[in-house]
Nanobody
Framework: QVQLVESGGGLVQAGDSLRLSCTAS????????MGWFRQAPGKEREFVAA????????SYADSVKGRFTISRDNAKNTVYLQVNSLKPEDTAVYYC???????????????????WGQGTQVTVSS
């Protein structure tokens, strides 16, 4: 059973940076896609970034390109989301998700992911 535990959120000011972590256990993740999503109050959960674990291929939502970076550490079984130049509109609960990789799937769609973490809160003040 896949378990995902996020950490690293907090209360920061606009322009600050954070590094969110997602530690994964319960599987060998080499054939997985790991995604980060976020959900702000009153809004739907939205895609932020994803990475294919074995190849390191990444994808990003347009709203975060150039500011956020997704990466993974194989030895630690951990996926990171480096978030820079934070804006108040980045305020949300950030969730880590995992899915076994299949071709021709849209990994920007939350429905493709079967395992989710509990989330970590990021609050950006102006």
């Amino acid at each position: 059973q896949v378990q995902l535990v996020e950490s690293g959120g907090g209360l920061v000011q606009a322009g600050d940076s954070l590094r969110l972590s997602c530690t994964a256990s319960g599987r060998t993740f080499s054939s997985y896609v790991m995604g980060w999503f976020r959900q702000a109050p009153g809004k739907e959960r939205e895609f932020v970034a994803a990475i294919r674990w074995n190849y390191g291929i990444t994808s990003y939502a347009d709203s975060v390109k150039g500011r956020f970076t997704i990466s993974r550490d194989n030895a630690k079984n951990t996926v990171y989301l480096q978030v820079n130049s934070l804006k108040p509109e980045d305020t949300a609960v950030y969730y880590c998700a995992a899915s076994r990789y299949y071709s021709n799937r849209d990994y920007g769609d939350s429905k493709e992911y079967g395992s989710w973490g509990q989330g970590t809160q990021v609050t950006v003040s102006s």
